[in-house]
């Protein structure tokens, strides 16, 4: 099955700098890694996410690059800001099968 | 819309009670799971579905069954609690090849 690494695990940052988290994974039939956003006591929120047939997404301060040669894909926030701070997590699917999931990164981003 | 529903949103149980945790969607998702999330190891699946009358295991699925006679309703049902099923309980569901829909939660916590 699909295997889902993701690093780092923490990551601080000062405002207004950027963050960019990576992820890899196995399975080269997967298509589709998406991102969620996890606030404390919330589930999980899609903020991006990338199709195995683009290279690059961008939504305003959140931008998503993916290599499937290399089997990985980064996101990348902008500007950060205090209220970026949260767990984020990268996942990986083919199609209808199951979504693997990364292990989290917490974002801390100091005012 | 109101999306993913769970119910309860926190629960206590004794160890070798049964309980069901409900889930629920209004988006005619094909595709509906279940993740339980603990500290350090991010959301590990327990079962899943691709569509009303079927179901599979994910990676953790021992002391955990479901259903899914509806497209809307897909229960997770303990069987015997125990204190290693203390976590966090999340369901999603999504169409086809698509990002998820988290509901909020359950938080269990078996004594």
């Known amino acids: 099955g699909e295997n889902v690494e993701q690093h780092p695990s923490t990551l601080s940052v000062q405002e207004g700098d950027s963050a960019v988290i990576k992820c890899t994974y196995s399975?080269?039939?997967?298509?589709?890694f998406p991102w969620y956003k996890q606030e404390l006591g919330k589930g999980p929120q899609l903020i991006i996410d990338?199709?195995?047939?683009?290279g690059e997404k961008k939504d305003q301060r959140i931008a998503v690059t993916l290599n499937k040669t290399a089997k990985h894909f980064s996101l990348h926030i902008t500007e950060t800001q205090p209220e970026d701070s949260a767990v984020y997590f990268c996942?990986?699917?083919?199609?209808?099968?199951?979504?693997?999931f990364g292990a989290g990164t917490r974002l801390t981003v100091k005012p | 819309n109101a999306g993913v529903t769970q119910t309860p949103k926190f629960q206590v149980l004794k160890t070798g009670q049964s309980m069901t945790l409900q889930c629920a969607q209004d988006?005619?998702?094909?595709?509906m799971s279940w993740y339980r999330q603990d500290p350090g190891m991010g959301l590990r699946l327990i079962h899943y579905?691709?569509?009303?009358?079927?179901?599979d295991q994910g990676e953790v699925p021992n002391g955990y069954n479901v259903s899914r006679s509806t497209t809307e309703d897909f229960p997770l049902r303990l069987l015997s609690a125990a204190p290693s099923q203390t976590s966090v309980y999340f369901c999603?569901?999504?169409?086809?090849?698509?990002?998820?829909?988290f509901g909020s939660g359950t938080r269990l916590t078996v004594v």
């Open positions: 399975d080269s039939a997967s298509n589709y």
């Open positions: 996942a990986a699917r083919e199609n209808n099968n199951d979504m693997r």
């Open positions: 990338i199709r195995s047939n683009v």
């Open positions: 579905s691709v569509g009303a009358g079927i179901t």
């Open positions: 988006m005619n998702h094909e595709y």
């Open positions: 999603a569901s999504s169409y086809r090849g698509g990002g998820y829909t």
